[in-house]
């Protein structure tokens, strides 16, 4: 396979084994020949320095490398060499590899749109009367653009979608007893303030909760999409937070975790692997779904550019636990090339890559 006539520095290798595997709808004839092509010694096992290349390859953008940390090469090396003989033979390399490679070179890949509803734009939680005052409006431009220019396989809307007597409303503070231990008291709270409140029965003995001001009421048009929104034919459309008694910030599970909606279920029925989180708020519903998203072995992307946030240094404590967990922030920019499966990014590849290991019994924690 040649390269395009350009006046860039060529590529690494001569040609994609990942490409040649994408053309064969991953064959098994495909994955021995990618096998070979980094055996360069022809000896029918991957030393250390052939299982490098092998990654490097693997985790590139345009053949071009990203950078792994040595200690992640060498647990990737370790996990991979099953018989602990320091060499990668075929069958170490398939059981561990044959899903990860498939995932980073044919993604099947969900848009989530979190929340993007009047309310939080130009309502009663707009986002630009909190504290980091982002206007919310502006992520619709780009989350349309994105849904045009990107080949995404599924797209999912979430609503914030609350009945009139929603524990989360400051306007229904006094509806139930705060907890004794609570922080604030009920009469002393602000909104955005945080009380603990008395759980219901049989569900959980506290519940606490940030108290936001009346929004997102079912069925009326602060609870609609924004008007300049683009609706996708075929969306899957998730509505949560409709329990009177707990939040859910994540449009996989409420607050709490007692109850699931039905978006894992949707996106698991259509294949998904790959989950990018747009929309309100970056770090209260965007960064609880993607957290969730992670915790349901997602390979998950926040497309940063197309979500606004109630507060910055929040923002920036959920982007550093999403990044821990594997999660990544990037730029709208990016994503085309990262759903087409040619940027292939090793941070996102970690969580499924073990989720696999353990799927087949070969995941030893060390
Ligand atoms: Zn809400």
């Known amino acids: 396979m040649g390269t395009k006539g350009s006046s860039m520095s060529p590529p690494p290798y001569d040609y994609d084994p990942f490409e040649l595997l994408r053309q064969s709808n991953f064959s098994d004839d495909e994955y021995e020949r990618c096998f070979r092509f980094f055996d360069s010694q022809k000896r029918g096992f991957w030393t250390r320095e052939e299982f490098r290349r092998f990654l490097s390859s693997l985790f590139s953008n345009k053949q071009r490398p990203y950078f792994i940390l040595n200690d992640r090469i060498e647990e990737y090396f370790r996990d991979t060499d099953f018989n602990q003989d320091d060499q990668i033979d075929y069958d170490e390399f398939i059981q561990a590899w044959k899903t990860t490679i498939k995932c980073a070179v044919r993604p099947i890949s969900a848009l989530v749109i979190v929340d993007v509803q009047n309310d939080f734009i130009s309502g009663s939680l707009a986002l630009h009367s909190c504290p980091a005052n982002h ?18 396989d599924v797209v999912a809307y979430t609503y914030d979608w609350h009945p009139l007597n929603h524990i989360s409303f400051y306007e229904n503070r006094h509806l139930r007893s705060a907890a004794p231990e609570s922080p604030i008291a009920v009469d002393s709270a602000h909104v955005l303030d945080t009380v603990l409140f008395v759980g219901p029965p049989n569900l959980t003995s506290t519940i606490e909760q940030v108290l936001w001001p009346a929004h997102c009421i079912q069925k009326t048009p602060g609870a609609d999409l924004h008007p300049d929104l683009i609706r996708v034919d075929n969306a899957i459309h998730v509505y949560k937070g409709t329990n009177p008694e707990i939040d859910s910030y994540s449009a996989f599970w409420d607050n709490m975790k007692l109850s699931k909606t039905s978006l894992d279920d949707q996106l698991r029925e259509r294949s998904v692997t790959d989950v990018y989180v747009v929309g309100l708020a970056t770090d209260v519903c965007v960064a609880a779904t993607a957290m969730h998203a992670v915790e349901n072995n997602y390979r998950t992307v926040l497309i940063e ?19 821990e967990c594997g999660s990544i922030f990037v730029d709208s920019d990016v994503v085309p090339g990262m759903v087409a499966g040619v940027d292939r990014r090793p941070e996102v590849a970690r969580g499924m890559f073990v989720e696999n290991l353990k799927a087949i019994g070969h995941y030893h924690p060390r």
């Not at 619709?140 to 849904?147: G, L, S, T």
């Open 135 to 152: 206007q919310g409006e502006e992520v619709v431009p780009v989350i349309n653009r994105v849904i045009r220019d990107v080949n995404f």
């Open 305 to 323: 550019d197309a979500c606004r946030g109630v507060n910055e240094h929040e923002i920036e404590v959920k982007r550093a636990e999403l990044n």
